[in-house]
């Protein structure tokens, strides 16, 4: 399984769900992170959604990284 999927399934099991939020009424938008149901928004607009769906996939790795792989969880 791709290292990527298996993070956001692991993510998704544990009650972690990371998605993008639109910013009205502009293309931009930022991500949340929802680590069941503490909400904790992005600091960084993305200018679209391209590049916000790259860094959902790389916060799934790291944090399936820091809590799998690394005992927390």
């Not at 791709?2 to 998704?12: G, I, P, T």
């Not at 391209?50 to 790795?61: E, G």
Request: hydrophobic content about 35%; charged content about 25%; glycine content about 4%.
């Amino acid at each position: 399984m791709n290292k990527y999927l298996e993070a956001q399934s692991w993510c998704l099991a544990q009650g972690i769900k990371v998605y993008i939020v639109p910013v009205k009424q502009r293309k931009e938008c930022n991500i949340e992170v929802n680590d069941n149901g503490v909400i904790t928004k992005s600091p960084h607009t993305y200018k679209d959604q391209k590049l916000a769906s790259s860094k959902i996939w790389a916060l799934y790795l790291y944090l399936y990284e820091q809590r799998k792989v690394n005992g927390k969880n």
